[in-house]
């Protein structure tokens, strides 16, 4: 499975002296103490308990913290029951802060809307009796196609009040990803919208939900439709309704009824090593436990005076858990805001800042290095003194663009924390703590207090500090997934058979000489482009299914500002015009079968593929090819001329 040894990534990282301790003024106010290290060291299990019973409300305690029997099927908090809508607005009413701001929405075109716990509490109950006038019940699934507008979050909210398991398709995805992701979790009920505003324009949504429904999702009987931007759409009478029209007749009020702790929350799809996404399962009591827990201690959240502002689209987990579950649990004033860092300038995101006054801003190395190339002059023109905290997830963030983002947008003052974790982990795993941790620019740094991690050989032995090897969990966690949607032997194999009785991530880790973590990237076939998990197998699936292509590899090739870039090697079917355009058509083609984040930023037509004996393509070697380097070891190559070939050719590949 592994094509790479994690010690690949090991030469890019200096040797990183820099340290930046704990600022004492930040530390005396700080959430987070190292107390917490030594409460799980002493309980893991009872500090979990610990924590599930102080950041929410139940409404039956549980009475066993972890069942471990059934492994690696996890169940925590098992005969606990709570409501995760109710912990995540009504409570916050209940206890006397209904006035706070839970949203302060920012649309592209500059359109704003301010969002109480009051006002989202009543949103929400009103949603949850639309979803159930629509015949939609506990357990059920409901697909969510939404841009990042306040009604995606109250849609969330309402599948959980009344317990159907919610799947979030990211708007990005075309209309045949969300037709196979609608047949997986044979839902019942679709909500879109007319469309959404990107880079200054209106896009559609409601036409990718008509052609997935009309090509084969016919599990769903309603499609509810916001409407965002006004445009014409096509209607089918009977089957589709206006959210409006919807929310405007439904009662004012529902009573959120106790779900178990295990109640499924959502599914949502990422890519793995193999060609269908995989649907993977989180459940209520143990995932917003945790995602509650990091979100304060992570972010030092201050929910009184915060404001908090992750940039993610809640069609990835990070939209999960650090827009909506995480933040709302805690009773957080956050920022939404809809469209692209450049529109209409490339201050957009600093003036956000200074006109809502963040304090925490969570984003990714992607957007950093984007930052960094757009010139430090364009945030100078921004007040952003109200920074105090700033946040990165998605991939590695690079020693330099750590120092850019602390002195550029921190003020050389902010402390900057650096998070792990996964769609599968469901909340953050291993990152410092503000005000205890010691910072290193490039290091995710320690796991979190309750969370168990090693590094380990090839063998599966503990490696030494400063050795390359594969990160894995050694011990269950509450935001675990709980498996992958109807495939429970998928589950095992992918995650729990690499070592015995250890959670296989998936990434390559090395622990520094004073045992601190840093991340050397996948080591399997899977992609980070833009901080977004791409499969190498699904995109040369997509190629391959157009007429003119009869073998496709892809590599992600290292870049700049994105971290990977696609890039595809095509052989095509004999008698195919190759035409000057076969590049565009080709990128067309994986877009329409996947989505825009998936088209290939270098496609190259080649006669052959680097291929073994045993006819397995050699990705490592067109990596090389595409990322320019010499290229390594040809031994094993059935034709050792096909690589001279290929290299030549690369000046004339197709670029967008
Ligand atoms: O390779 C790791 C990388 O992103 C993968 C998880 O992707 P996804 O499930 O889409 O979730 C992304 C947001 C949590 C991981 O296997 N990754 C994520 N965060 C980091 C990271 N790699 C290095 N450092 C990080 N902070």
Same mark, same amino acid.
């Given at each position: 499975?592994?094509?790479?040894?994690?010690?690949?990534?090991?030469?890019?990282?200096?040797?990183?002296?820099?340290?930046?301790?704990?600022?004492?003024?930040?530390?005396?106010?700080?959430?987070?103490?190292?107390?917490?290290?030594?409460?799980?060291?002493?309980?893991?299990?009872?500090?979990?308990?610990?924590?599930?019973? +102080?950041?929410?409300?139940?409404?039956?305690?549980?009475?066993?913290?972890?069942?471990?029997?059934?492994?690696?099927?996890?169940?925590?908090?098992?005969?606990?029951?709570?409501?995760?809508?109710?912990?995540?607005?009504?409570?916050?009413?209940?206890?006397?802060?209904?006035?706070?701001?839970?949203?302060?929405?920012?649309?592209?075109?500059?359109?704003?809307?301010?969002?109480?716990?009051?006002?989202?509490?009543?949103?929400?109950?009103?949603?949850?009796?639309?979803?159930?006038?629509?015949?939609?019940?506990?357990?059920?699934?409901?697909?969510?196609?939404?841009?990042?507008?306040?009604?995606?979050?109250?849609?969330?909210?309402?599948?959980?009040?009344?317990?159907?398991?919610?799947?979030?398709?990211?708007?990005?995805?075309?209309?045949?990803?969300?037709?196979?992701?609608?047949?997986?979790?044979?839902?019942?009920?679709?909500?879109?919208?007319?469309?959404?505003?990107?880079?200054?324009?209106?896009?559609?949504?409601?036409?990718?939900?008509?052609?997935?429904?009309?090509?084969?999702?016919?599990?769903?009987?309603?499609?509810?439709?916001?409407?965002?931007?006004?445009?014409?759409?096509?209607?089918?009478?009977?089957?589709?309704?206006?959210?409006?029209?919807?929310?405007?007749?439904?009662?004012?009020?529902?009573?959120?009824?106790?779900?178990?702790?295990?109640?499924?929350?959502?599914?949502?799809?990422?890519?793995?090593?193999?060609?269908?996404?995989?649907?993977?399962?989180?459940?209520?009591?143990?995932?917003?436990?945790?995602?509650?827990?990091?979100?304060?201690?992570?972010?030092?959240?201050?929910?009184?005076?915060?404001?908090?502002?992750?940039?993610?689209?809640?069609?990835?987990?990070?939209?999960?858990?650090?827009?909506?579950?995480?933040?709302?649990?805690?009773?957080?004033?956050?920022?939404?805001?809809?469209?692209?860092?450049?529109?209409?300038?490339?201050?957009?995101?600093?003036?956000?800042?200074?006109?809502?006054?963040?304090?925490?801003?969570?984003?990714?190395?992607?957007?950093?290095?984007?930052?960094?190339?757009?010139?430090?002059?364009?945030?100078?023109?921004?007040?952003?003194?109200?920074?105090?905290?700033?946040?990165?997830?998605?991939?590695?963030?690079?020693?330099?663009?750590?120092?850019?983002?602390?002195?550029?947008?921190?003020?050389?003052?902010?402390?900057?924390?650096?998070?792990?974790?996964?769609?599968?982990?469901?909340?953050?795993?291993?990152?410092?703590?503000?005000?205890?941790?010691?910072?290193?620019?490039?290091?995710?740094?320690?796991?979190?207090?309750?969370?168990?991690?090693?590094?380990?050989?090839?063998?599966?032995?503990?490696?030494?500090?400063?050795?390359?090897?594969?990160?894995?969990?050694?011990?269950?966690?509450?935001?675990?997934?709980?498996?992958?949607?109807?495939?429970?032997?998928?589950?095992?194999?992918?995650?729990?058979?690499?070592?015995?009785?250890?959670?296989?991530?998936?990434?390559?880790?090395?622990?520094?000489?004073?045992?601190?973590?840093?991340?050397?990237?996948?080591?399997?076939?899977?992609?980070?482009?833009?901080?977004?998990?791409?499969?190498?197998?699904?995109?040369?699936?997509?190629?391959?299914?157009?007429?003119?292509?009869?073998?496709?590899?892809?590599?992600?090739?290292?870049?700049?500002?994105?971290?990977?870039?696609?890039?595809?090697?095509?052989?095509?079917?004999?008698?195919?015009?190759?035409?000057?355009?076969?590049?565009?058509?080709?990128?067309?083609?994986?877009?329409?079968?996947?989505?825009?984040?998936?088209?290939?930023?270098?496609?190259?037509?080649?006669?052959?593929?680097?291929?073994?004996?045993?006819?397995?393509?050699?990705?490592?070697?067109?990596?090389?090819?595409?990322?320019?380097?010499?290229?390594?070891?040809?031994?094993?190559?059935?034709?050792?001329?096909?690589?001279?070939?290929?290299?030549?050719?690369?000046?004339?590949? +197709?670029?967008?």
């Amino acid at each position: 499975m592994a094509t790479d040894t994690p010690a690949a990534g090991l030469s890019n990282l200096a040797q990183e002296d820099r340290r930046f301790p704990p600022d004492p003024a930040f530390a005396a106010q700080a959430v987070a103490s190292s107390a917490l290290y030594e409460q799980a060291r002493a309980d893991r299990l009872g500090f979990w308990a610990q924590q599930a019973r +102080s950041l929410l409300d139940w409404s039956r305690d549980f009475t066993t913290t972890l069942d471990w029997d059934d492994a690696p099927f996890a169940k925590w908090f098992e005969d606990g029951q709570l409501n995760v809508a109710y912990n995540c607005a009504d409570r916050h009413v209940a206890a006397g802060n209904g006035e706070r701001v839970a949203i302060h929405f920012e649309g592209e075109p500059g359109d704003t809307r301010t969002i109480t716990y009051a006002e989202l509490t009543a949103l929400v109950k009103k949603c949850a009796n639309v979803l159930l006038s629509l015949g939609v019940r506990k357990g059920d699934r409901v697909a969510i196609y939404l841009p990042m507008i306040p009604e995606a979050v109250v849609a969330m909210l309402a599948c959980a009040r009344i317990g159907a398991a919610h799947s979030v398709v990211f708007g990005g995805f075309s209309a045949d990803a969300l037709r196979s992701r609608i047949q997986d979790a044979e839902a019942s009920l679709v909500i879109t919208s007319d469309g959404g505003y990107r880079r200054g324009k209106a896009t559609a949504l409601k036409p990718a939900v008509d052609t997935a429904l009309a090509s084969g999702a016919d599990t769903v009987s309603n499609v509810l439709v916001v409407r965002r931007t006004g445009q014409d759409v096509e209607w089918t009478p009977g089957r589709d309704l206006w959210w409006h029209e919807a929310m405007e007749q439904a009662d004012d009020e529902h009573v959120a009824e106790p779900m178990d702790a295990e109640q499924p929350l959502f599914i949502l799809y990422t890519s793995g090593t193999t060609g269908n996404p995989k649907g993977i399962l989180h459940t209520s009591g143990g995932y917003l436990t945790q995602v509650a827990f990091t979100h304060r201690n992570v972010f030092d959240l201050h929910p009184q005076t915060d404001v908090y502002w992750c940039t993610a689209d809640v069609g990835w987990v990070t939209g999960h858990s650090y827009v909506v579950y995480g933040p709302l649990a805690n009773g957080a004033t956050q920022v939404i805001y809809e469209g692209t860092p450049e529109t209409p300038h490339q201050g957009r995101w600093w003036e956000i800042v200074a006109k809502f006054g963040v304090t925490i801003l969570y984003t990714a190395p992607t957007a950093i290095r984007t930052f960094m190339k757009w010139g430090e002059q364009i945030p100078a023109q921004h007040d952003l003194s109200s920074l105090r905290l700033l946040g990165s997830v998605g991939e590695s963030i690079n020693p330099e663009a750590w120092m850019w983002y602390r002195r550029v947008i921190g003020a050389d003052r902010t402390p900057i924390v650096d998070t792990w974790w996964q769609t599968e982990t469901g909340a953050i795993m291993v990152s410092p703590l503000p005000g205890v941790t010691t910072t290193k620019p490039g290091s995710a740094q320690v796991p979190l207090p309750g969370i168990s991690v090693d590094v380990l050989s090839d063998a599966g032995e503990p490696v030494p500090n400063e050795q390359a090897g594969y990160l894995v969990l050694t011990e269950p966690w509450p935001a675990m997934l709980r498996g992958i949607w109807g495939d429970p032997d998928r589950y095992k194999e992918t995650y729990w058979s690499r070592f015995e009785h250890r959670y296989f991530a998936g990434d390559g880790a090395k622990r520094d000489e004073d045992g601190d973590i840093w991340l050397l990237g996948r080591v399997d076939d899977v992609m980070n482009v833009s901080g977004h998990r791409l499969s190498t197998i699904e995109i040369e699936s997509a190629l391959v299914s157009h007429p003119k292509v009869a073998e496709a590899a892809v590599v992600g090739a290292a870049d700049e500002t994105t971290g990977q870039a696609v890039c595809a090697f095509v052989i095509l079917r004999s008698g195919a015009q190759e035409g000057p355009d076969i590049g565009t058509e080709l990128r067309e083609h994986v877009a329409n079968q996947i989505g825009g984040i998936a088209k290939p930023r270098k496609i190259l037509v080649v006669a052959e593929l680097p291929k073994t004996r045993s006819g397995k393509i050699m990705r490592r070697l067109l990596r090389d090819v595409a990322e320019k380097r010499h290229i390594g070891d040809v031994t094993t190559l059935a034709d050792s001329s096909v690589m001279d070939l290929i290299a030549s050719g690369l000046d004339s590949a +197709s670029q967008e």
